[in-house]
């Protein structure tokens, strides 16, 4: 026994006297699995991917045409309850049925819509890819929408949305995305109360008969899958999903602004401000995404990063300081943010905007852009080890129109970045002269630290313009 506990302490003071970690251990080769890809006659575009590592196989649908913001004008928020309820009955199987034959089958099946469109995920293991195809296709084509579920859903989203109102996270970001995206689809973010109680199940059934669509779709498979056999049983499940019309493309310009604009949602009482810092930047396959991605990284989107160390570790302002780069299909926008003591608003506004300016006009380090490129194909490579993970960046290549050799190009690209992209990258996004800044707090605790930054415009939490 006492020669076990000296070995232990020998480690422990052994481990405790090496002053810095191992290094990295060398890059394995990316073994990404052939991808077929196919098309329906009705205009389905089909991706496979065997990955027999277990017996299983994961699905991901999407639909280009049903976004958030689809149909906002007449039917505003109907995407999300259209995609919430979806599997909770079709016109020959209860909610019940499909529960029941999901755990049958060892399966899941969800949806969900974002600002570029809905998916459907499923899984189930692969001996039961006929029936997993089978439930996939009936909820597509006749989902029923019970008065029960619909119901249940508008009363579920109305109380989502009033604590929404009371949450500064939901109102800092409702009040970037409009101000960043203007008129664009993309600076819709939630319905009113009025219009989720008017939707009824015939205006859901026809949102799905109509931007449910197969032409403006695709259907990625990654698992334990025949290519062949695998596809026959989609033709099967599929082929008869009728095409539709696809509707026109929303892709208005975003506003631009000559000045810094200051976009504040007033909360007496708030004891601290939620601050976000944004522009609009780039779509997901822009040239600059790779840099811009990186840049990111080493500003403020990991846990390394300077903003962090500057606003947390330094300064103590906050626990957890961010930054972004959300890259969408259409265009993005390029975010930096914290939430602070109310004390403390004027100084972080200060920091953060020191920062991106220092990314602006100063190389990064030889040692920032080695770790950030570690951490981005580090992640990369644990993302591709499963199957769903897979499924999923596949989906992106299809979702946002991507090269179809962006995932083998992924680490290389990455790789030959330089200091000087990083720097021309943030020169450019990194906009610290016409940035939105939105403020959630109390304007009378901080107005007189807010104020230097920028012209105000003052907001209630319901988004209504007020005056100071």
């Known amino acids: 026994m006492k020669t076990l506990i000296a070995i232990i302490l020998f480690a422990v003071t052994a481990f405790a006297q090496q002053k810095t970690p191992p290094p990295p251990g060398a890059e394995r080769p990316l073994n990404l699995p052939k991808i077929t890809e196919k098309k329906l006659s009705n205009g389905l575009t089909v991706v496979l991917a065997p990955l027999p590592n277990v017996p299983k196989i994961s699905s991901i649908l999407t639909f280009r045409s049903a976004t958030t913001a689809t149909d906002r004008n007449a039917h505003p928020g109907i995407a999300q309850i259209a995609a919430g309820i979806a599997n909770e009955g079709t016109d020959t199987r209860t909610s019940k049925q499909i529960k029941e034959e999901l755990r049958s089958i060892g399966g ?86 009025k219009s989720i109680s008017a939707l009824t199940p015939n205006d859901l059934r026809a949102f799905v008969t109509k931007y449910y669509i197969p032409n403006a779709a695709h259907l990625i498979v990654v698992g334990d899958i025949d290519v062949d056999k695998t596809f026959a049983e989609i033709e099967k499940a599929f082929g008869s999903w009728k095409s539709g019309t696809v509707p026109p493309d929303e892709n208005p310009p975003v506003p631009t602004r000559d000045k810094r604009q200051i976009y504040f949602v007033n909360r007496p009482g708030s004891i601290q401000s939620a601050i976000y810092i944004g522009n609009a930047s780039i779509p997901r396959k822009d040239k600059d995404y790779f840099a811009l991605r990186t840049a990111d990284t080493i500003y403020g989107g990991s846990f390394y990063s300077r903003l962090t160390r500057n606003i947390r570790e330094t300064k103590g302002y906050t626990y957890a300081p961010t930054s972004y780069s959300d890259t969408r299909a259409k265009t993005g926008a390029y975010v930096a943010g914290a939430f602070v003591r109310n004390e403390v608003t004027g100084p972080t506004l200060l920091e953060i905007f020191y920062e991106l300016d220092r990314m602006r006009v100063l190389p990064v380090t030889d040692e920032e852009l080695s770790a950030a490129k570690q951490f981005s194909t580090g992640n990369f490579s644990v993302e591709l080890a499963s199957q769903f993970g897979l499924a999923g960046r596949i989906n992106t290549v299809y979702t946002y129109d991507l090269d179809k050799n962006f995932i083998t190009d992924f680490r290389p690209k990455i790789e030959a970045l330089t200091a000087a992209d990083i720097q021309k990258a943030a020169a450019k996004y990194f906009d610290t002269y016409r940035a939105a800044i939105v403020i959630v707090g109390d304007w009378d605790k901080v107005k007189d630290q807010v104020t230097p930054f920028g012209e105000v415009t003052m907001y209630d939490a319901e988004g209504n313009v007020i005056t100071k």
Do not use: C, W
Not at 118 to 141: C, G, I, N, P, W
């Open 108 to 193: 899941t099946l969800a949806l969900g819509s974002d600002t570029d469109s809905t998916t459907m995920t499923a899984s189930a293991l692969s001996e039961f890819s006929t029936r997993l195809f089978d439930l996939m296709s009936d909820v597509t084509q006749h989902p029923s929408f019970p008065e029960t579920e619909v119901k249940l859903a508008q009363e579920n989203t109305i109380q989502q949305i009033r604590a929404g109102r009371a949450s500064p996270a939901f109102l800092a970001n409702e009040r970037l995305q409009k101000a960043i995206f203007g008129n664009h689809p993309y600076s819709f973010v939630v319905a009113d109360e």
